[in-house]
């Protein structure tokens, strides 16, 4: 499976700031996901990066808000923009596996953003 | 969309004994199930999947079942250990590594 790193691990910032999460993978993969997993909850999509065009972003969330970038096949990073506490949350990155009948996911460590 | 309900939300179980999670899904067109264990300050960790050529798939101490007509999955955990202590998602997609809807999760607790 691939290895995927994460940057920051953990960060506190304040209420109105913005912070970029850094997602790596050791392999070139065409997908890449960003999840939010809030305190004590499931893991929901915010939206899908792939390498070349815009990200795809799920009802809910908009790009003004998580605006993501992917300039190549092993990285992406994921901006939580003009923050406030309610976005204080695990960020995930993911990405897939497309090896033939073994198609999953595979999650990163997460960021973990408490928002002041 | 997918729709996947999880049960229960928190489990209790002796050293040695068995546990069970239970999960249903919505959508018929979804092909792909797979269980991840998500342990305290870590991402989740996925550990078996199943896809729906199958009814049931082991690995170990871990098996899950699939029943497509009645659109649900369980995952069994045999002869628990105080290591298998954590949060399982069980979760559905269409192809896998396509859009993955979760489940609530189970809060595990292995008592020694």
């Known amino acids: 499976s691939a290895v995927i790193s994460q940057k920051p691990s953990r960060d506190i910032c304040q209420r109105g700031t913005s912070l970029t999460i850094q997602c790596q993978v050791d392999?070139?993969?065409?997908?890449m996901f960003w999840y939010r997993q809030q305190p004590g909850q499931s893991l929901t999509l915010i939206a899908t990066a792939n390498q070349g065009s815009e990200a795809t972003y799920e009802s809910g969330f908009v790009i003004d808000k998580f605006p993501i970038s992917r300039p190549n096949l092993t990285f992406s990073t994921l901006t939580v923009s003009n923050m406030s506490p309610e976005d204080s949350s695990i960020y995930l990155c993911?990405?897939?596996?497309?090896?033939?009948?073994?198609?999953?996911?595979?999650f990163g460590p997460g960021t973990r953003l408490l928002v002041l | 969309g997918e729709n996947v309900e999880q049960h229960p939300s928190t489990l209790s179980v002796q050293e040695g004994d068995s546990a069970v999670i239970k999960c249903t899904y919505s959508?018929?067109?979804?092909?792909?199930f797979p269980w991840y264990k998500q342990e305290l300050g870590k991402g989740p960790q996925l550990i078996i999947d199943i896809r729906s050529n199958v009814g049931e798939k082991k690995d170990q101490r871990i098996a899950v079942t699939l029943n497509k007509t009645a659109k649900h999955f369980s995952l069994h955990i045999t002869e628990t250990q105080p290591e298998d202590s954590a949060v399982y998602f069980c979760a559905a997609s269409f192809g896998g590594y396509q859009k993955v809807t979760f489940g609530t999760g189970t809060k595990l607790q292995v008592i020694p």
């Open positions: 959508d018929s067109a979804s092909n792909y």
């Open positions: 993911s990405v897939e596996d497309r090896s033939p009948g073994l198609e999953t996911q595979y």
């Open positions: 392999s070139q993969v065409t997908m």
